[in-house]
């Protein structure tokens, strides 16, 4: 499955603008962001009442790829999928009814099926919430999450195709050169753009827009505030 296609791997920096609100939201949405774990591409669909959402999370340096896959039928949460991408590969599936009861579960690990307990379920349902609530406030912000093919330019081939340069901080630029140098193809890239700088504030779900411009630094991967130019 190539990058442009949902791969797991995600080789590049992930820039984030900030938030500003918009009434007029598009059904399919494609967003993320990153901490000090890693970074989380979310793509989703919203129609007829119904939110779609699957997520990517990629590690920084320790840690295990997975994807989640949510439904909710307006506010009432009705599946969690979960892949766990490890030495001990782990499926989970559970869903709910109308009435939000438990209609079914599994959970496999390494191919030997095992039950879930009550805790589990409320720990997975707790954080389908907060993915939930971290979307919703992307979407506000028109947070949107673009993918691509580096080019020695320094212009990418989004995967939709076209052909942009995106005005990256010297960091940015330069740690992508370094990963371009140690590879025999070009570098993929992620960056999330926002139409408006209002320096967002993550902790845990939540988002906040003090209203003044600054840059957040986790581990190596500092995050740069810029605006979609339009």
């Not at 926002?194 to 986790?218: D, Q």
Request: glycine share 6%; aromatic share 8%; charged share 25%.
């Amino acid at each position: 499955m190539s990058f442009c296609r949902g791969t797991l791997a995600l080789a590049g920096v992930l820039l984030l603008s900030a938030c500003s609100h918009d009434a007029s939201l598009p059904p399919f949405t494609a967003s993320g962001y990153a901490d000090n774990q890693g970074a989380v591409r979310m793509w989703r669909k919203d129609s007829s009442g119904e939110v779609h959402l699957l997520s990517a999370f990629s590690p920084w340096h320790t840690g295990n790829t997975s994807t989640a896959e949510y439904r909710w039928q307006g506010d009432s949460l009705s599946l969690i999928e979960l892949n766990i991408y490890s030495k001990t590969p782990e499926h989970v599936k559970v869903r709910f009814d109308d009435h939000g009861e438990l209609s079914f579960m599994q959970r496999e690990v390494s191919g030997h099926k095992q039950q879930l307990s009550s805790e589990q379920i409320a720990l997975y349902r707790y954080r389908a919430e907060q993915i939930r609530q971290t979307s919703d406030a992307l979407r506000l912000g028109r947070v949107v999450l673009r993918q691509g093919r580096w080019h020695a330019d320094g212009t990418v081939t989004t995967c939709e195709g076209q052909t942009v340069k995106p005005e990256l901080e010297s960091w940015a630029t330069e740690h992508i050169e370094r990963r371009q140098r140690h590879s025999s193809m070009e570098v993929s890239i992620a960056w999330l753009e926002a139409p408006k700088v209002l320096s967002c504030c993550w902790w845990r779900t939540k988002i906040s827009a003090p209203g003044s411009r600054r840059k957040s630094v986790f581990d190596q991967y500092p995050l740069s505030l810029r605006e979609r130019g339009g």
